[in-house]
T-cell receptor
Framework: EDQVTQSPEALRLQEGESSSLNCSYT??????LFWYRQDPGKGPEFLFT???AGEEKEKERLKATLTKKESFLHITAPKPEDSATYLC?????????????FGDGTTLTVKP | ETGVTQSPTHLIKTRGQQVTLRCSSQ?????VSWYQQALGQGPQFIFQ???????GRGNFPPRFSGLQFPNYSSELNVNALELDDSALYLC???????????FGSGTRLTVV
């Protein structure tokens, strides 16, 4: 069974204090790994897709990286508006294309 | 039309009742998936529809059912509601072949 574990559960940073969020996964053949951002009371917002180990994607202050067992979401010089829950999800190559298995997320709070 | 819209935004039902949640998918996305998200947890896959046929299901009982229509709209029906069905229900669309989802803002269902 596919599994996704995210750590830490919660992270509090000062504005400008860089850090990383971890996503550990087990899947029988990775089709893709996805990062989403979710604000309170809203649906997740797609950030990145990673397909193979060594791949990296960047968007503003966020950079996602992928190994064969983990993905990291690096946040450089965060701002208060980066506060949200960040979700990691995997899609396995041996299941129907739509099913994603999600972790429980890391809730990031950035203080000014 | 862009984006995914869901209705209603909030709903309160009594245990044992039936409920229908609605979703209008992003134009051109012929795959729609439904997820259940309990408070503090990641989304759990309920099922997926592709070209009006269910083509994948998670660990949810048959009282969870759905429909997809040719105009990119879809429904999630839940019969015999239980207290544990209280959650945020998310509709997500994607192009065929998988990839990152576009999520709606969800319907918050409370069962009392």
């Amino acid at each position: 069974e596919d599994q996704v574990t995210q750590s830490p559960e919660a992270l509090r940073l000062q504005e400008g204090e860089s850090s990383s969020l971890n996503c550990s996964y087990t899947v029988s053949g990775l089709r893709g790994l996805f990062w989403y951002r979710q604000d309170p009371g809203k649906g997740p917002e797609f950030l990145f897709t990673l397909y193979s180990a060594g791949e990296e994607k960047e968007k503003e202050r966020l950079k996602a990286t992928l190994t064969k067992k983990e993905s990291f979401l690096h946040i450089t010089a965060p701002k208060p508006e980066d506060s949200a829950t960040y979700l990691c999800a995997v899609q396995a190559s041996n299941t129907n294309a739509g099913k994603s298995t999600f972790g429980d997320g890391t809730t990031l709070t950035v203080k000014p | 039309e862009t984006g995914v819209t869901q209705s209603p935004t909030h709903l309160i039902k009594t245990r044992g009742q039936q409920v229908t949640l609605r979703c209008s998918s992003q134009s051109g996305h012929n795959t729609v998936s439904w997820y259940q998200q309990a408070l503090g947890q990641g989304p759990q896959f309920i099922f997926q529809y592709y070209r009006e046929e269910e083509n994948g299901r998670g660990n949810f009982p048959p009282r969870f059912s759905g429909l997809q229509f040719p105009n990119y709209s879809s429904e999630l029906n839940v019969n015999a509601l239980e207290l544990d069905d209280s959650a945020l229900y998310l509709c997500a669309s994607s192009p065929s072949g998988g990839g990152g989802y576009t999520f709606g803002s969800g319907t918050r269902l409370t069962v009392v």
